[in-house]
Structures are given as structure tokens and as C-alpha cells.
């Protein structure tokens, strides 16, 4: 149980901390070689100075206007799963606040990625696109992977 609770909390802290993920890297290489691994939805398209000020005063005032991660929602939950009894019907009602909280904070940053995304010219929103089936394709090569490992056990 206590590792559904650290999920629940990571995956919590992980959207939060996605707002303050520098989105706006000048270049793939950059990007890599400071979050190997961790994908940002600009990863090589090249962006004015102009552009990435912009993209900055956006990603600033989502931080300013996003809920934060509710601390006592995390305790409810962690008080439901360390109880002496289960009571799924508790758990279930507070997994369903905890998962709403998330999709606001999901909403607001699919709202500001789309602000941001409109600051791009043609070109670079063609060159994200292609990076995105790029990144598509990846993740179904893995999640393949992964069920034909999973179907030899």
C-alpha cells in the first residue's frame, strides 16, 4: 500500500513539476544533455529570443495561476491506506478528488502549451509535429516491447 501512495504522490508531483520543466530549451542537444531522458514538448524546434520570452511570461504566469498539489489531500489518502480497516468506497472517493485536482492542473497546462504552440511560426510547428510521430513511434515500439516480454513469462 505504501508504494500506491508514493505512486499517487509521485505521479501528483510530477504534473506540478512539469510546470517548472524549462519547456523552452534552445535546442535537442541542450535539452539532453540537461534532463537525459525527460522530453519537452520544444525539443528541436529552434525558437526566437522573442519567442522563448514569451513562452517564459506564459510558463511564469501558469506557476502564478495553477492549484498547487493539496498536501491534505495526500494525508487523506495516506490515512486511508495505512488503516486498520479498508474502506475502498473512502479510497475510491478520494482517489476521484485527488484525480480531479489533476486534470484541472492538466487543462491549465494543455491551455498554456496551445498559447505556446500558437507562437510558432509554420515551420516550427511542422518540425514539432514530426518530432512528436517521432516520439509516438517510439512509445509503441516500447509498449510492444514490453507486451511481447510480458507475453513469454
Known amino acids: 500500500m505504501r508504494k500506491?501512495?508514493?505512486l499517487v504522490v509521485a505521479?501528483?508531483?510530477a504534473s506540478g513539476s512539469a510546470i517548472a520543466a524549462?519547456?523552452?530549451s534552445p535546442s535537442t542537444q541542450d535539452a539532453a544533455t540537461s534532463n537525459?531522458?525527460?522530453h519537452h514538448m520544444f525539443d528541436?524546434?529552434?525558437l526566437t529570443e522573442k519567442q522563448r520570452q514569451q513562452m517564459r511570461d506564459l510558463m511564469r504566469q501558469a506557476r502564478h495561476d495553477l492549484p498547487g498539489v493539496n498536501v491534505a489531500e495526500m494525508e487523506a489518502m495516506h490515512k486511508l491506506v495505512t488503516a486498520n480497516?479498508?474502506?475502498e468506497a473512502a479510497v475510491y472517493a478520494q482517489a476521484e478528488k485527488v484525480a480531479q485536482e489533476q486534470v484541472k492542473r492538466q487543462v491549465e497546462m494543455a491551455r498554456v502549451r496551445n498559447q505556446m504552440y500558437n507562437l510558432l511560426t509554420p515551420q516550427q510547428k511542422s518540425?514539432?509535429?514530426q518530432k512528436h510521430q517521432q516520439r509516438m513511434q517510439q512509445m509503441e515500439q516500447q509498449l510492444s516491447g514490453?507486451?511481447?516480454a510480458s507475453a513469454q513469462k
Open 85 to 87: 480497516k479498508f474502506d
Open 44 to 46: 528541436g524546434v529552434r
Open 146 to 148: 514490453l507486451q511481447q
Open 11 to 13: 505521479s501528483m508531483l
Open 22 to 24: 524549462d519547456a523552452i
Open 127 to 129: 518540425v514539432l509535429d
Open 36 to 38: 537525459p531522458g525527460q
Open 4 to 6: 500506491v501512495t508514493a
